[in-house]
């Protein structure tokens, strides 16, 4: 396994924008919730900053969803995957 250097970030994905996108909440509403500065949110939406363990919590919280609904270290399923099984029903 390659080891990783230390000041290299890992990759992360996040469904942030759908998330809060579903909720009809802008940037500047779940900033102000998670305690951030909008641009924040920004950042994290094109993946051009990771969040702490911190924010990560506060922004799942402000969504009111698990950590792992909103951010991962692998690819999200596409959501009609996940909605639908193989033979096209719904779940």
């Known amino acids: 396994m390659k080891k990783q250097a230390q000041d ?3 990759q ?3 469904r942030l924008p759908v998330l809060r996108a579903e909720r009809g909440m802008s940037r500047k509403e779940l900033a102000e919730l998670a305690g951030v500065h909008y641009q924040t949110i920004g950042y994290l939406e094109r993946g051009e900053y990771s969040p702490s363990l911190v924010l990560a919590l506060r922004i799942a919280a402000a969504l009111g969803v ?3 609904a909103v951010f991962s270290l692998t690819p999200f399923a596409s959501m009609a995957d996940q909605l ?3 033979e096209g029903e719904r779940r």
Do not use: A, G, K
Request: no cysteine; charged share 15%.
């Open 12 to 14: 992360f994905y996040t």
């Open 66 to 68: 698990p950590l792992d």
């Open 84 to 86: 639908y099984n193989t």
């Open 8 to 10: 290299e970030q890992p």
